[in-house]
């Protein structure tokens, strides 16, 4: 199956990308953020506003006879002041402010920084001067409120331009706007960051989610489980109301959901290290156990794990952490005395579980697992038991699980979230293909990847 094909991200797709790159997403937030705020401090120029307001009047002069208005008196300031403040904007009137300003602006300039607005459609309305120098915007705003009355009162004499409100000098910078680049920066980096997070996720080669396994391997996905950080949980209990448990009898129920797949003996390994594989193997076991009343037996087949160097390294192995045991003696002295069997199977506290421990670690790992005193153990111990599960090592990095395929009825592969690539899946299940063992199914273990 080819999940490669098809690139296009509905809406579900974005908000798990998201949910996934988070982090991402809130760093790139936090950088646009603050940039926006240091450029809003330091690189834009600051802006001062002056504002003062004025409004039409009719002259108490009486009009002439001739002299009618076709609307009311309110209306007819109403409308009139739109067309004043049209005459305010001309190139001539912004020349004169410019002369009576004695600023060397001249007419671009004051165009961008001059602006009108009507008060609620009255005959009332606002002059704003913007500029980056307090003084300029002061004399501009003066020199219009001086100038505007006269140009009005030599176009029509019967209508007065009256300043209401005054220009005052400035007590502070009105721009740029703290708040526009607060809102821009996060805009921005939310942007940045989605970009960011669609493109790792589109050339990450590392399995994000279960549907990664389904769209791509014809292996069913039999169980999703979160490993804590520390991997340090009790043992488990069917009875527990846990998280754990829960998630463990889903994977049992989808593992032996056919009753007629024969799986007796089942060999747990993964494409790679650090998937915490050992772990889903004794609580599988324990959790089989618990659940039926078969006789299960857990192998430790792990020869290429490294021996505990001190207390803290054996107390974080599996064995110890469950069922307080040791590495050794075990497995490697079984197959080198065979009158030891019966000894170094370990009962547990669990009714019906049992385990082999590793043993010494051998020179040659490979040609133990496949010799011939290792097949007559292995057929000695199927007719002990009802359920065998075998923990090996990472299969694409040793091919120790390979040479135990061929007592086996299934392989379990163990990946693990934001780790496991997917390359190293396609070519552990291809070497088990190779060697006529089936993939019962896969194990997603949640993992933390930035």
Known sequence: MNADKDKRYSIADLFSIL???????????????????????????KEYTVTAIMYVAKTSTAAPDSYQTPLSDLNYLQKIVISYIEVLKTDIFLDAVAKQSKLANGTGPL???????????????????????PGDALAIAESITWLAPRIVSEINEYDTLKVLSPAKAPTGSSGPSLAKYIIFGIATGMFLGLILAMVLSRTDKHVKDKDDLLRRYDVPVIGHIFIPFHRMEPMLDVKSNSRSVYWYKELLTNLFEDPGSGLKTIIF??????????????????????????SVLIIDCDFRRAEPQNEGDLHNS?????????????LSQMLSNKNLHAKLINKTDIRNLDIICRGNLPMYPADILGSSAM?????????????????TPALNA??????????ADGAILVVMQGITA?????????????????????????????
């Open 375 to 391: 097949n007559e153990l292995l057929e000695t111990l199927k007719n002990k038991y009802d359920y065998i599960l075998i923990d």
């Open 19 to 45: 949910r996934r790159r988070l982090l991402i997403v809130v760093i790139c937030v936090f950088v646009c953020l603050a940039g926006s705020l240091v450029a809003a401090k330091y690189l834009v120029d």
């Open 111 to 133: 165009q961008n920084m001059v602006a009108y607005n009507v008060i609620n459609d009255t005959e009332y309305f606002e002059l704003q001067v913007i500029s980056g120098n």
């Open 318 to 330: 599996a064995l110890y952490r469950y069922f307080k045991l040791n590495m050794k003696p075990g």
């Open 269 to 294: 390994s993964s494409p790679d290290k650090n998937t915490v594989k050992s772990t889903n193997c004794y609580n599988l076991g324990i959790m089989l156990a618990q659940m039926t009343t078969a």
């Open 398 to 407: 040793n091919p120790d699980a390979l040479t135990l395929a061929k007592h």
């Open 422 to 450: 997917f390359q190293d899946i396609k070519l552990a299940i291809s070497r088990f293909s190779m060697s006529d063992l089936k993939v019962a199914g896969l194990i997603l273990n949640n993992g933390y990847k930035w």
